[in-house]
């Protein structure tokens, strides 16, 4: 059944070898009842380990149950492990935060063929620990802490039961019931295989072995098997009888997919929760940053559309005319100093630009509003009524100047909001009389609230008739722009074209040089704006992304914490026949949880933000699936990230080496 050549192992620590093993050969048969015996020190549990599958040699072969151990993978070994091996560990190895039963029962989540399992609670009871089935180990004394160990080495049904010194901790009359217990499973067919230190024991074996400095020095079989007596409890195993299958233990279905996916999110909730604190505060970092995706994406969105939305109000399909500042012999002259613009090219645009939906001219100047004793500098903007057209300016509280008026050159003007409120307060400014710059006008009407852009305040104007503007107030001949509106944002481009072509037949100084006229494309500074919103937004998700990396971090250093503090449950797990794949799903699925939850808390939270910025600054933030969907996939896939590299790390272990690790 097992057969060992010239094995050898040494331990290394630093610079020092110790040889644990030298040139062991063993062969076990089916059904032997063994000791093997040996001071302390002299190597036993390293035989054991390495018989039970748990820790390789450095040199000899191995073959177990006809099978080369050396050549078999993780996945082969471990089905060895849960079918045919039940391992008792001198220090049992249970875990603290499972009951009894949940401990019992743990090697049944790792089988994978159908075949005959014991039930964890009858072999509890039938060990005497009936009334124990919920205790944790460590409400346990000594000696029931290893009936539980001894049943779950049990509960696979092996066909070879070890144990590390199984008497080592009780005291006699304990001891003998358990090699009693050893007997009776022998007694059924199991193979049995002991290691102790005492030599009275040895009396109840049918074969022993004694080990002394990594040497078997002796193997004798014995003739009788002393009884060892005492009350053993009823194994009732039956376990050499295949066809025994009512006998305690039935036949079971491994457990599926879907069932040990929801173990494992169960173990995974019971460790989260087992440290409630270390799990919010591993998790807050995953809340805040899916919080801060949310929030930040929420803004940047709301920049871009508030960038749209006042570039509207501008006038969007709008292109200004105005007079080149050009080079006469080198020098380069005053804006205007050079070219003309009047109602001459007003109207040609008109007339042959076709797709110019409104052509207004504009004359901008500064200029001293005085009402009563309050006064005002302000920009004063001559126009024609198409600027309603225009920059959307129809007049919130009175009316605008008309085309006659502009022709009369009345004194009628218009006020901004903010000069309307510096001079007049609250009171209604329609209908009085205001000085500019010493000249009486009376005011017609507000202007609508445009609010800034930039650091420019668009209600800071007076808006009065072009004729009036430039005959009465500043004595000019010429106007300093012209603001054409296209009919749609696709001929803003053809219009540009053709307005291009027009100003070339118009007069220019002689000498100058260049085109003489300049057209601005608001659309297309409409177009710069928005990619700035762009890559405000951008700056705003990456801020975001940050935090969630950071998040990241966060669990990964916690599930770091949490293998290493770990390392020893994993090695028994594996010890019991999990897989590298089971211990990696295990992990992967509580960082996952971990993530999950973070997620969940953040997008709340990222919620609440979002709702409490837009009611208290007024913005309007809206919550989009999108960045819901963002923030949680990408906390998850973080999460699992970090998460796996620990786990994998863990997982690689020896499993002795892995229960070595606390
Ligand atoms: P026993 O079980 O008979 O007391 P062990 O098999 O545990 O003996 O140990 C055999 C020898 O190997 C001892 O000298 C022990 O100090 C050494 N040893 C055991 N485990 C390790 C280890 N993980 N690292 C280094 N030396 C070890
Ligand atoms: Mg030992």
């Not at 380990?49 to 040699?57: E, I, Q, W």
């Not at 409104?358 to 309050?374: A, L, M, T, Y």
């Not at 950071?550 to 019991?576: F, P, Q, Y």
Request: glycine share 10%; proline share 3%.
């Amino acid at each position: 059944m097992i057969e060992l050549t010239q094995i050898s192992k040494t331990y290394r620590m630093g610079n020092i070898r110790v040889p644990a093993l030298r040139d062991v050969s063993l062969k076990i048969g089916q059904g032997e009842f063994i000791i093997i015996r040996g001071a302390s020190g002299s190597g036993k549990s390293t035989l054991l380990h390495v018989l039970g599958l748990l820790d390789k040699t450095d040199t000899g072969t191995f073959h177990f149950m006809g099978r080369d151990v050396n050549r078999l993978d993780d996945c082969e070994l471990a089905l060895l492990r849960s079918e045919t091996v039940g391992f008792v560990f001198q220090q049992f190895h249970l875990l603290p935060r499972m009951s009894a039963i949940d401990n019992v029962a743990l090697p049944l989540v790792y089988r994978r063929r159908a075949d005959r399992v014991a039930d964890p609670r009858q072999l509890l009871e039938q060990m005497g620990l009936g009334r124990r089935l919920n205790h944790r180990p460590n409400e346990l004394s000594g000696g029931q802490q290893q009936r539980v160990a001894i049943a779950r080495a049990l509960v696979n049904r092996p066909s070879i039961l070890m144990a590390d010194e199984p008497t080592g901790n009780l005291d006699s009359a304990s001891g003998r019931e358990i090699l009693t217990f050893f007997q009776k499973l022998n007694a059924e067919g199991i193979t049995v295989v002991v290691v102790s230190h005492e030599a009275d024991i040895e009396q109840y074996a049918r074969r022993v072995i004694h080990i002394q400095d990594g040497y078997i020095r002796s193997d004798e079989m014995r003739a009788t098997m002393v009884a060892a007596g005492g009350i053993a409890w009823d194994s009732g195993l039956k376990l050499s009888r295949a066809d025994d299958l009512n006998v305690l233990g039935s036949r079971r279905q491994p457990p599926g997919r879907a069932e040990k996916f929801l173990k494992h999110l169960s173990q995974a909730g019971r460790s989260l929760s087992g440290n409630k604190m270390r799990t919010g505060l591993s998790a807050l970092g995953i809340v805040i940053g899916v919080a801060a995706v949310m929030v930040m994406l929420a803004l940047g969105a709301s920049a871009r559309s508030s960038v749209t939305r006042q570039f509207s109000a501008l006038g969007s399909n709008r292109l200004v005319v105005r007079p080149d500042a050009q080079n006469i012999g080198g020098v380069r002259q005053q804006m205007g100093a050079v070219s003309r613009l009047t109602m001459k090219q007003v109207e040609q645009i008109r007339e042959r630009v076709l797709q110019a939906k409104v052509v207004v001219p504009e004359v901008r100047g500064r200029g001293q509003i005085v009402w009563g004793s309050g006064n005002a500098n302000t920009e004063v903007v001559g126009t024609t009524p198409g600027y309603i057209d225009i920059y959307a300016a129809q007049p919130a509280h009175g009316r605008f100047f008309t085309e006659e008026e502009n022709r009369s050159r009345a004194r009628v003007a218009l006020l901004g909001l903010t000069v309307a409120r510096s001079l007049f307060g609250k009171q209604n400014p329609v209908g009085e009389m205001v000085k500019i710059n010493r000249v009486m006008f009376q005011v017609i009407g507000i202007l609508p609230a445009k609010g800034a852009t930039g650091p420019r305040d668009e209600d800071d104007l007076v808006v009065i008739p072009i004729q009036t503007a430039m005959r009465r107030l500043m004595g000019r001949e010429y106007f300093d722009c012209i603001s054409v509106s296209a009919s749609d944002s696709e001929s803003v481009g053809q219009v540009q074209e053709s307005i291009l072509k027009l100003t070339r037949g118009w007069p220019r100084l002689p000498g100058a040089t260049g085109a003489g006229y300049r057209i601005d494309n608001l659309a297309s500074i409409q177009a710069a704006f928005s990619a700035v919103a762009r890559t405000l937004a951008l700056l705003l998700a990456s801020v975001a992304t940050i935090s969630l990396v950071v998040g990241g971090i966060g669990i990964m250093n916690i599930m770091l914490v949490s293998v290493a503090e770990r390392t020893g449950e994993i090695g028994l797990r594996k010890a019991i026949g999990a897989t590298h794949a089971d211990i990696m799903a295990q992990f992967l699925i509580e960082s996952a949880v971990l993530c999950m939850a973070g997620g969940v808390f953040g997008i709340l939270l990222g919620a609440g933000a979002t709702l409490v910025l837009s009611h208290l600054a007024g913005w309007k933030l809206g919550i989009s699936i999108w960045s819901i969907l963002l923030g949680c996939g990408s906390s998850a896939v973080i999460g699992i990230c970090f998460g796996l590299w620990p786990a994998r790390q863990a997982a690689r272990l020896n499993p002795i080496d892995a229960l070595r690790h606390e």
